[in-house]
């Protein structure tokens, strides 16, 4: 007798894998779903640029804030209009930030709520494409930080455990801290140690180059608050990672100067 298998239960990262699936039908063919670079500007190239090469363009260190902002801005807003093709497209872009989160949101929960983080993260990542600001910086980063907020607590996930996944799937995901900083926010964002909103400031202010004066102008904040409030979220993040909670790499970036 044989028996069908439901490779999504079996598998956590078949639900990201499905999204790629889907995204690279969408940029493949003699018309991939692609951005009008030169409408969009800020840095980038002049002609159609199919999604593939966008997502390969917004994760070089070397772009600008400017940039990724406004190719994220523009994506948001195709997405805003109802086709769905864009909201893959969306998803799609951003699948290596997606495989992170995911990765390590199984890794500190129960096993047996695996496939449902997943699938809440994917569901909070769609549903804040209708709800992010697109007046404010680091829009991918925001997407980020909202879905890896929320999606373990609608799975009830449990107690922190370590949770294999498919090598193929989430290699990059479920390896050992990276030593991206950027891991260092959402972690304490998830463990409340900061909020989402903080996490924002930090990486708008200390990872993205984005000078703190015209951060708190687009939020519509004083300088002096928004320094403020990035000092004391700093402070507790320190002092987590110094006491282990957050596990991830120094803290040290923290003291740089903000641009």
Same mark, same amino acid.
């Given at each position: ?25 969408? =940029?493949? /063919?003699?018309?991939?779903? +692609?951005?009008? %670079? *030169?409408?969009?500007?800020? &840095?980038?190239?002049? $002609?159609?640029? @199919? ?35 864009? =909201?893959? /497209?969306?998803?799609?872009? +951003?699948?290596? %930030? *997606?495989?992170?989160?995911? &990765?390590?949101?199984? $890794?500190?929960? @129960? ?149």
């Amino acid at each position: 007798m044989t028996h069908r298998t439901n490779t999504t239960a079996r598998n956590p990262g078949a639900a990201l894998t499905i999204a790629e699936n889907a995204f690279r039908c969408l =940029v493949t /063919g003699p018309r991939p779903l +692609a951005l009008d %670079g *030169l409408s969009v500007g800020h &840095g980038l190239p002049g $002609r159609m640029v @199919d999604l593939a090469e966008l997502r390969g363009l917004l994760l070089d260190r070397q772009v600008t804030q400017e940039m990724k902002d406004a190719a994220w801005a523009e994506l948001v807003r195709l997405a805003r209009t109802g086709d769905p093709a864009w =909201v893959v /497209g969306c998803v799609g872009v +951003a699948i290596p %930030g *997606l495989k992170a989160i995911a &990765g390590r949101a199984i $890794r500190h929960n @129960d096993a047996r709520f695996a496939e449902d983080i997943v699938s809440e993260i994917l569901t909070e990542f769609v549903a804040q494409l209708q709800r992010i600001d697109l007046a404010r910086p680091a829009i991918a980063a925001r997407l980020l930080v909202w879905a890896d907020r929320k999606a373990p607590a609608r799975a009830r996930a449990g107690a922190l455990r370590q949770c294999p996944t498919d090598p193929t799937e989430l290699t990059a995901a479920t390896a050992a801290p990276s030593g991206d900083p950027s891991d260092v926010l959402r972690e304490g964002v998830r463990l409340q140690v900061i909020t989402a909103d903080e996490a924002a400031i930090i990486q708008a202010t200390r990872l993205d180059g984005v000078p703190l004066p015209e951060f708190a102008h687009t939020q519509g904040e004083p300088r002096t608050r928004v320094a403020k409030r990035r000092e004391r979220a700093e402070a507790r993040l320190v002092a987590a990672i110094r006491s282990g909670q957050v596990s991830a790499i120094s803290g040290d970036w923290l003291s740089r100067s903000a641009p």
